[in-house]
C-alpha cells in the first residue's frame, strides 16, 4: 500500500492566516484597557482606541456607584446588627456592578450573582427587596421579569448557561435583546461556565460575559483558578473575542461593554469581558481575610478607589460640584435610611407559604402537608 | 403557508403504532400547534436522535429541533433561559445516567425557580430521560434514575408505560406550567398497540387499574407494567387473581386510586426496576404502610433491582424484576390456604 500523498501545502497555507487572523483580532489586549487613571486623568495606558462616554453617562455612572457603596456598607452594617444573616460585599468593585446594568436597555436582561446586588439596584430593584433573602425570607424579593434581572444566583456559574438560554430565546424570537451574565473569577473554573460560553458562541448568542475577577475565590487565588495568560484569553477557545479592562476604570467598564453590546445587538453573538478588580473586603461577614492576605497586599488597591477616581475625573471637567457631591451624599443617606427601616423591622413570615409555589398548583401530597403544619400551629395557639 | 390542523385534531383512528412512534407524534403535534415548542439534545437533530425519537422533526420544524454542544448541564442551563424568555424548550438527555452532569441545573434550578421567585417565574420545560435496562446496553446506559427526581421538591415525574400514556402524558407534560420528567420506557420503545389518540386519557396526576383482580394488588410504573400484567397472566392460571395498578405519574403521587386499590385486595407487591433502597417502590410500600395499615392481610412487599451497580448484560435478567420473582412475592403474602 502506498503511503498517503500528504495534503497539497498550498491548501493548508491558504487556510491557515485566516485562522490565524481570526484568532488575533478575537485576543485581548497585553494590558487592561483603561480610559480614566487612577488619579482621575485621560489614561496614557492602553484605551483599545476607545472614546470616553459621554458626560452624562459618566455623571449617571459616578451618582450610582456612590448609591452603591452606600448600599454595600449599609447592607454590613445591617449584618452587623444581626438583621440579615450574611451579605458578600462589592465594595471596591461598584463600577463592574453600575457599568453592567448601565449598558442594559429597556428590553434587556441581567443575570447577577450574590455578590452583583449594587448591579440589580442599579437595574432598578428595591434596596430592600434585592436584600429579602438574606434577611431570612424564602424567595428572591423581587419580580425578575419586572426589572428584568433574574435572581440573585448561589451556585456559580449555573446562571450563565440561562442568560445564553434567554438570549437564545430572544434571538429566535426576533426580539432586540442583549443579556449581561456577570461572575467571579473563582466561577471561570466552573464546567458551567465553559459550556455557557460554548453554547452561547456556537449559538451567536446576545450575551455579554463580565468576569470581575477581583483575584479571591473566599480565600483562593487566581493562581490557583487558571493557568491561562489572562481570563479573557479564554474567549479565544470559544470563538468569541476577549476584552481586559480596568475594572475600577467606570469609563472604560461603560465603553468596553457598550462596544460589546453593540456587537451583539448587530447579531455578532457573545464577546468575554475580564474586568480587573479587587474584593477590598472578606468574602463575607463570616469570613477572615486576614489568614490569607496581608493588609498590605490590600493597601495598593485603596488608591485605585473607583468612586475616589470618577470623582476626581468629573471634577476636573467641571461635571461634578460641591453641591451636587453634597446632594448625591444626601440621596444615598436617604436610601440606607429605607433600607434600615424596611431590612430593619420584623416581617411576619406565613408558614404555609412554603407550599404554594412548589408547584404552579399544590400537589395533594403538600396540601396534606400544609395542613399539618396548621394544625400543629393552631393547637400551639390555644396553649399559648 | 400550509395551513395548521386546529387544535386536538388528532387523526380520529385506531391504529397501531409503537411508544417511540406515538412521543414522537406528541412533540409533532405540539410543535404545529405551538411555535414556542422547541426540542433540544445530543443528537435530536439530523439523526433524530439515537433511539430515533426525534426523527423527521428538523426535516419539519428546522432549527426547533436542534442539536446542541455535547453537555447536558449546558442544555440543561440553556434550556431553563429558554422558558424564562418565553420558549417551551424540550430537553431529551440521551440516557439515564448521562443525565447526571446535569443534576445541579435540575435540582438547584429547574426545581426551585418557581419556587425561588414566589410563582413569579414558571419554567414550563420538559425532561425526557429514556430510562431503564433490560435491552443488553452497557454501562451507563440503564439505570432507573427516577427516585432522583421524585426526590426533589418541585418536579413533576411522568412514566407512561404504553403509547396512548407516552403520547397524552407527553402532551400534557409539553402543556404543563411545570417543569415536567418523563421517564421514558427505553426496553418498549419498539413495542407496539392499538391506539386510537384521538381519545382522550386520564391526565397528569392520575393512576390507572390496568387490570382487574380480587386477590392481591400489583403497583408498578413504567416498563415493569407489562411484566406484572405477564405474572397475572400466569397467576390466574394458578388460581390467584392479581390487579395491576400502573402509577403513569409517580409526581404528584395518585394516593385516591393505589390506596382504594390496596384496600379492595389487602396485598400489595410494589415491582420496581430501579434499586430498591431508598427508592420510589419505598415510598409506595411506605405510604401504603402508613394509610392501609388495618386492610391489609400481609405487610407489603416489593420486588426491585438489588442494590448494586447495573450488572452487564450477561447478568442483567437476575437483577431485574421477572415474573418469578413478582410471583414469589405474592405468594409469600400470607395467604389463608397456606
Known amino acids: 500500500m502506498t503511503p498517503r500523498t500528504p495534503r497539497a501545502k498550498a491548501t493548508s497555507a491558504s487556510a491557515q492566516p485566516s485562522y490565524d487572523t481570526e484568532s488575533a483580532t478575537l485576543l485581548p489586549t497585553a494590558t487592561p484597557i483603561q480610559l480614566v487613571d487612577a488619579e482621575g486623568n485621560p489614561s496614557t495606558a492602553e484605551t483599545g482606541n476607545l472614546p470616553l462616554p459621554d458626560d452624562a453617562a459618566l455623571v449617571r455612572a459616578h451618582e450610582l456607584m456612590v ?182 476604570d467606570v469609563a472604560a467598564l461603560l465603553a468596553v461593554m457598550g462596544e460589546a453590546a453593540d456587537r451583539a445587538r448587530r447579531g455578532d453573538g457573545p464577546t468575554l469581558i475580564e474586568a480587573h478588580t479587587y474584593r477590598m473586603q472578606a468574602h463575607t461577614n463570616a469570613d477572615d481575610a486576614t489568614r490569607y492576605r496581608t493588609a498590605e497586599e490590600v493597601e495598593p488597591w485603596v488608591a485605585r478607589d473607583p468612586i475616589t477616581r470618577s470623582e476626581a475625573h468629573l471634577r476636573s471637567r467641571g461635571l461634578l460640584d460641591d453641591a451636587a457631591v453634597a446632594d448625591l451624599k444626601q440621596r444615598a443617606e436617604e436610601m440606607a435610611a429605607e433600607m434600615r427601616l424596611g431590612i430593619g423591622k420584623d416581617r411576619d413570615l406565613d408558614p404555609a407559604e412554603l407550599f404554594e409555589h412548589v408547584f404552579a398548583k399544590p400537589t395533594p401530597q403538600l396540601l396534606e402537608q400544609r395542613a399539618q403544619l396548621l394544625d400543629e400551629l393552631a393547637r400551639e395557639e390555644a396553649t399559648k | 403557508m400550509t395551513p395548521m390542523p386546529s387544535a386536538g385534531t388528532p387523526s380520529p383512528r385506531v391504529e397501531k403504532i409503537t411508544v417511540m412512534q406515538a412521543l414522537n407524534r406528541a412533540m409533532r403535534d405540539a410543535m404545529t400547534q405551538d411555535e414556542n415548542v422547541h426540542i433540544l439534545g445530543e443528537d435530536v437533530g439530523t439523526l433524530g436522535g439515537v433511539f430515533r425519537v426525534t ?113 397524552h402524558l407527553l402532551r400534557a407534560a409539553i402543556a404543563s406550567p411545570d417543569p415536567v420528567i418523563v421517564m421514558e420506557p427505553k426496553r418498549l420503545y419498539w413495542s407496539k398497540a392499538e391506539v386510537d389518540l384521538s381519545r382522550p386519557r386520564p391526565g397528569i396526576g392520575k393512576a390507572a387499574i390496568v387490570r382487574d383482580g380480587t386477590d392481591a394488588t400489583i403497583v408498578t410504573y413504567g416498563q415493569s407494567v407489562p411484566v406484572a400484567l405477564e405474572a397475572a397472566e400466569v397467576a390466574k392460571r394458578e388460581g390467584r387473581d392479581l390487579q395491576v395498578v400502573d402509577l403513569r405519574t409517580l409526581v404528584p403521587f395518585d394516593d385516591a386510586t393505589v390506596m382504594s386499590a390496596v384496600a ?48 452487564p448484560p450477561k447478568l442483567e435478567k437476575h437483577h431485574l424484576p421477572t415474573v418469578d420473582r413478582i410471583l414469589d412475592a405474592v405468594d409469600s403474602l400470607q395467604w389463608e390456604d397456606q
Open chain 1, 67 to 248: 448609591m452603591g457603596r452606600r448600599f454595600n456598607d449599609q447592607a454590613g452594617a445591617l449584618v452587623r446588627q444581626g438583621r440579615l444573616a450574611v451579605y458578600p460585599s462589592s465594595h471596591g468593585q461598584e463600577a463592574c456592578q453600575v457599568a453592567a446594568a448601565m449598558v442594559l436597555g429597556d428590553q434587556d436582561w441581567l443575570f447577577p450573582t450574590y455578590r452583583d446586588t449594587v448591579a440589580a439596584v442599579s437595574m432598578g430593584v428595591d434596596p430592600v427587596q434585592i436584600l429579602l433573602l438574606l434577611a431570612g425570607d424564602w424567595h428572591a424579593g423581587y419580580d425578575p421579569y419586572e426589572f428584568r434581572c433574574a435572581p440573585t444566583a448561589t451556585p456559580l456559574a449555573t446562571q450563565l448557561v440561562h442568560a445564553a438560554g434567554l438570549a437564545y430565546a430572544a434571538k429566535v424570537k426576533g426580539e432586540d435583546k442583549v443579556v449581561v451574565a456577570m461572575c467571579g473569577d473563582g466561577a471561570t473554573s466552573e464546567g458551567d461556565f465553559h459550556e455557557a460560553l460554548n453554547f452561547a458562541a456556537v449559538f451567536k448568542c446576545p450575551v455579554i460575559f463580565l468576569i470581575q475577577n477581583n483575584e479571591f475565590a473566599i480565600s483562593v487565588p487566581l493562581s490557583r483558578q487558571t493557568a491561562a495568560p489572562s481570563l479573557a484569553a479564554k474567549g479565544v477557545g470559544y470563538g468569541m473575542p476577549g476584552k481586559r479592562v480596568d475594572g475600577n
Open chain 2, 55 to 167: 426523527d423527521g422533526l428538523t426535516k419539519e420544524f428546522g432549527e426547533r429541533c436542534f442539536d446542541t454542544p455535547l453537555a447536558e448541564s449546558g442544555i440543561m442551563g440553556f434550556a431553563i433561559g429558554m422558558a424564562m424568555g418565553g420558549l417551551r424548550p424540550i430537553v431529551e438527555m440521551q440516557f439515564d445516567a448521562f443525565a447526571y452532569p446535569a443534576f445541579e441545573q435540575i435540582a438547584s434550578h429547574v426545581a426551585k425557580v418557581r419556587n425561588r421567585t414566589k410563582g413569579q417565574v414558571s419554567l414550563p420545560m420538559v425532561i425526557r430521560i429514556p430510562y431503564g435496562g433490560g435491552i443488553g446496553g452497557v454501562e451507563h446506559h440503564c439505570d432507573s434514575s427516577e427516585s432522583y427526581y421524585t426526590h426533589t421538591p418541585g418536579l413533576t415525574v411522568v412514566a407512561p408505560s404504553n403509547p396512548a400514556d407516552a403520547y
Open chain 2, 264 to 311: 379492595s385486595t389487602g396485598r400489595v407487591v410494589v415491582v420496581a426496576e430501579a434499586q430498591g433502597f431508598s427508592s420510589f417502590a419505598s415510598e409506595v410500600a411506605a405510604r401504603v404502610g402508613e394509610r392501609c395499615f388495618h386492610s391489609l392481610a400481609a405487610p407489603v412487599r416489593r420486588v426491585t433491582g438489588f442494590d448494586i451497580p447495573y450488572p
